[in-house]
């Protein structure tokens, strides 16, 4: 499975925006679905994880009712949609798939894409 972000930039704090992961292959709706982000000088960090079906949902605390995840199998996508964005969300994302059940921790994901840069502004 080859994952590519896109829908990262620059926004002021109380803004929105909404990343993408396009997969390739035709098992994406096999893989559960997750999304982590780093800063610089700070470790990876778990941010949201769907199961394969979408029925199942996760998230880090940090995030939770500012972000929602979601896919759409027809489409071999997944989304992260980021509200309320404040200077700390300020990192890299990234996508992720593994297979099963989705988990929080980053070493136990298969696939990752390459990132998206997120920045912002106060």
């Known amino acids: 499975v080859q994952l590519v972000e896109s829908g990262g930039g620059l926004v002021q704090a109380g803004g929105s925006l909404r990343l993408s992961c396009a997969a390739s292959?035709?098992?994406?709706?096999?893989?559960?679905m997750g999304w982590f982000r780093q800063a610089p000088g700070k470790e990876r960090e778990f941010l949201a994880a769907?199961?394969?079906?979408?029925?199942?949902?996760y998230y880090a605390d940090s995030v939770k009712g500012r972000f929602t995840i979601s896919r759409d199998n027809a489409k071999n996508t997944a989304y992260l949609q980021m509200n309320s964005l404040k200077p700390e969300d300020t990192a890299v994302y990234y996508c992720?798939?593994?297979?099963?059940?989705?988990?929080?921790?980053?070493?136990?994901?298969?696939?990752w894409g390459q990132g998206t840069q997120v920045t912002v502004s106060s």
């Open positions: 769907i199961s394969w079906t979408g029925s199942s949902k």
């Open positions: 992720t798939a593994r297979m099963g059940a989705y988990d929080s921790l980053w070493s136990t994901y298969d696939y």
């Open positions: 292959g035709r098992t994406f709706s096999s893989y559960a």
